[in-house]
C-alpha cells in the first residue's frame, strides 16, 4: 500500500480465473451481508447461487488480488456494472476506483444498480461522476433501488 492510504496494484485488474471463484463468492456474500440493507440469509444464498450460474458465467469479471485471494473484482455486462465488490478489510485503498477506472476505459456509459439505503455505494458513485437515472423496486426484496450512469465527457 502507498503512503497515505491509497491502492498500488502491481498490475492492472486481471481476467477473473476458475482459481478465483470460491473466494469471489465468499467476497460477494460478505460484502452484500455488510452492506446496506440487511438481507435475509435466503437471499444470500440465492446470490450465491446466482453468482456461480449466471452472474460470473455472462459477465466480464475483472479481479485484483492474488490467484485464489482476490481483493476485489468488477463484472460487466455489456457497459452495465452487474457488480463491483471490495473485500471489507481493503475499503477505501482504491481498489474500487482502480476497477471502475478500468470499466470506464473499456465503456464511454456505464450504469448500475445500487440500493438507495447504500450510502456508501452511492456516495462512491457519485464521487466517480455517476448521477441518478432511475429509482425502482428491487423485486426480490422490496428495497428501493437506484439506477445510475456515467458518461465520458466528450473529447475536445
Not at 440487511?38 to 488480488?65: Q, R
Request: net charge negative; hydrophobic share 35%; aromatic share 8%.
Amino acid at each position: 500500500m502507498a503512503a497515505g492510504g491509497s491502492y498500488e496494484s502491481a498490475r492492472p485488474p486481471r481476467t477473473c480465473l476458475p482459481q478465483d471463484v470460491d473466494a469471489l463468492t465468499r467476497l460477494y456474500i460478505d460484502a452484500l451481508r455488510h452492506s446496506p440493507p440487511a438481507k435475509t440469509e435466503a437471499f444470500l444464498t440465492t446470490e450465491a447461487k446466482n453468482l456461480l450460474e449466471i452472474y460470473l458465467p455472462n459477465t466480464t469479471t475483472m479481479v485484483i488480488g492474488k490467484i485464489g485471494k482476490p481483493e476485489g473484482f468488477i463484472s460487466l455486462l455489456q457497459s452495465e456494472i452487474a457488480g463491483l465488490f471490495v473485500h471489507p478489510n481493503f475499503h477505501r485503498l482504491g481498489i474500487g476506483t482502480t476497477l471502475l477506472n478500468w470499466a470506464k476505459a473499456e465503456h464511454s456509459e456505464l450504469c448500475v444498480e445500487v440500493f438507495t439505503s447504500n450510502t456508501p455505494a452511492r456516495a462512491f458513485y457519485t464521487r466517480q461522476g455517476f448521477q441518478r437515472r432511475a429509482k425502482r423496486l428491487h423485486p426480490e426484496t422490496g428495497f428501493d433501488l437506484e439506477e445510475l450512469e456515467w458518461t465520458q465527457a466528450p473529447q475536445d
